[in-house]
């Protein structure tokens, strides 16, 4: 159940958005037992982002929230091809770009609550 939200400062045209969509769906493989069939992505473009008190060149901050991973297998190329994948499709350099990284501990899905703890019972 990963999710990767995108904020952009450029405008991110559509062939470009499904281009990263379809990298996104590559490298969550990254992480065990996580692939494309779960994996919801979001872009949100033209959005204000600063670094170094400037935002005239391209800026990308990224978030990746998964279910379930609390010892982060796979994280290291996951980050990387993340990062390959930004500046390959938008010119992105990578020390431009942002991932922050969340534990999701529960989640709702399907209707359905679920709670890693009670995996762990």
Same mark, same amino acid.
């Given at each position: 159940?990963?999710?990767?939200?995108?904020? /952009?400062?450029?405008?991110?045209?559509?062939?470009?958005?499904?281009?990263?969509?379809? &990298?996104?769906?590559?490298?969550?493989? $990254?992480?065990?037992?996580?692939?494309?069939?779960?994996?919801?992505? %979001?872009?949100?473009? $033209?959005?204000?982002?600063?670094? &170094? %008190?400037? %935002?005239?060149?391209?800026?990308?901050?990224?978030?990746?929230?998964?279910?379930?991973?609390?010892?982060?297998?796979?994280?290291?190329?996951? $980050?990387?091809?993340?990062? &390959?994948?930004?500046?390959?499709? /938008? %010119?992105?350099?990578?020390?431009?770009?942002?991932?922050?990284?969340?534990?999701?501990?529960?989640?709702?899905?399907?209707?359905?609550?679920?709670?890693? &703890?009670?995996?762990?019972?």
């Amino acid at each position: 159940m990963p999710f990767i939200m995108s904020r /952009l400062n450029i405008k991110l045209p559509k062939s470009k958005e499904l281009m990263l969509k379809k &990298r996104l769906g590559q490298v969550i493989a $990254n992480v065990p037992g996580k692939s494309e069939d779960a994996l919801m992505v %979001g872009f949100q473009d $033209n959005y204000s982002l600063y670094l &170094r %008190g400037k %935002g005239d060149e391209p800026l990308a901050y990224v978030e990746v929230a998964i279910f379930g991973t609390e010892h982060h297998i796979g994280y290291q190329n996951l $980050n990387a091809d993340i990062t &390959r994948a930004f500046y390959d499709v /938008l %010119g992105i350099q990578p020390d431009h770009l942002y991932i922050k990284y969340e534990d999701i501990t529960s989640w709702g899905v399907q209707g359905q609550f679920i709670d890693r &703890r009670d995996y762990m019972s």
